[in-house]
């Protein structure tokens, strides 16, 4: 008998932790979002090559298990072949931009195109689609043909929480000819 009350006791110990559990999820945000890059349509696709002179199209799925922030875009060169983690941001992304500053001095004929922006997301998103195009200039301000090959697309997704998440895509960007 005393083995049994033992056994309901901790039973309902048991439901009360998971039960505490699963309130405390419902107020936190303690997940990154995501970036979901199979939907119908999806683009960039890793290998993908664009010109310059045309657009980028880019339509990608992000969510959150509770609310989104905001993402944004960067395209820069990836020349050097470098690589990042494609799921967390961290030291990786340091490396890189010292690679990518290492990379102006070299004094290449053409200039590698480069691109940032933020986008804002409407409050109260769980899921959005981005669905938008990036212009691809022929030439920079200083009149000369941007550099055509390899490029990194990269999109970082930041939750209400404060949690972000990037993607890498590799593609190719070329004048043409
Ligand atoms: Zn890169």
Known sequence: MKKLLTIIASALIMSAITSCDKDDDKDIDTEKPQINASIDGASPANAATFYFGEEIPVKLLLTDN???????????????????????????????????????????????????????????????????????????????????GDYHFMITVTDKAGFSTFKAFEIKILQKE
């Not at 990042?84 to 500053?101: A, F, I, K």
């Not at 933020?118 to 769980?126: F, N, R």
């Open 66 to 148: 509770a609310e989104l922030g905001s993402f944004s875009v960067n395209i820069h060169n990836n020349f050097d072949h470098h690589s990042h983690s494609t799921e967390e941001e961290g030291e990786e992304h340091h490396d890189h931009e010292e690679g990518e500053e290492h990379h102006h001095h070299e004094g290449e004929d053409g200039d590698a195109f480069q691109f940032t922006q933020d986008y804002t997301i409407p409050a109260g998103s769980k899921e959005y689609t981005v669905d938008t195009q990036i212009s691809l200039p022929v030439k920079s301000d200083d009149g000369d043909e941007y550099e055509g």
